[in-house]
């Protein structure tokens, strides 16, 4: 059986209940715990900016904004074009090494 390093998984989120999301999302964060970069392209942007580390954010086929996900949650033609003018960041505004923190268990220092 291969040991694979990388896994990409296209829309998870699309069309699951609430209650079987938060299961899958314990799966991935499980496999990231173990060693793998997990790939995703997702348009549920709270579940992207709760587990990423790093976005690369797509608007018709051109990157719009790539970073840590504070930066691209504030940057303008992100909230243009996906989180809108209202979006509220809430649990998604923590600095850089607060998020590490949160996704790794460790802060820079």
Same mark, same amino acid.
């Given at each position: 059986?291969?040991?694979?390093r990388?896994?990409?998984?296209?829309e998870?989120? @699309?069309?699951?209940? !609430?209650a079987l999301?938060?299961t899958?999302?314990?799966?991935? #964060?499980?496999?990231?715990?173990? &060693?793998?970069?997990?790939?995703?392209?997702?348009?549920?942007?709270?579940?992207?900016?709760g587990v990423?580390?790093?976005?690369?954010?797509?608007?018709?086929?051109?990157?719009i @904004?790539?970073?840590? !996900?504070?930066?691209v949650?504030?940057?303008p033609?992100v909230? #243009?074009?996906?989180l809108?003018? &209202?979006?509220?960041?809430?649990?998604?505004?923590?600095?850089?090494?607060?998020?590490?923190?949160?996704?790794?268990?460790q802060?820079?220092?």
């Amino acid at each position: 059986m291969s040991e694979p390093r990388v896994i990409m998984l296209d829309e998870p989120m @699309a069309g699951v209940n !609430p209650a079987l999301s938060q299961t899958l999302m314990g799966h991935v #964060e499980s496999l990231v715990s173990d &060693g793998l970069t997990v790939l995703f392209v997702e348009h549920d942007m709270d579940l992207v900016m709760g587990v990423s580390d790093w976005i690369i954010c797509l608007a018709q086929g051109e990157v719009i @904004a790539e970073g840590r !996900p504070q930066t691209v949650a504030g940057d303008p033609k992100v909230i #243009e074009a996906y989180l809108g003018t &209202g979006y509220q960041r809430g649990n998604h505004d923590t600095s850089d090494a607060e998020h590490d923190s949160q996704r790794t268990g460790q802060v820079d220092q």
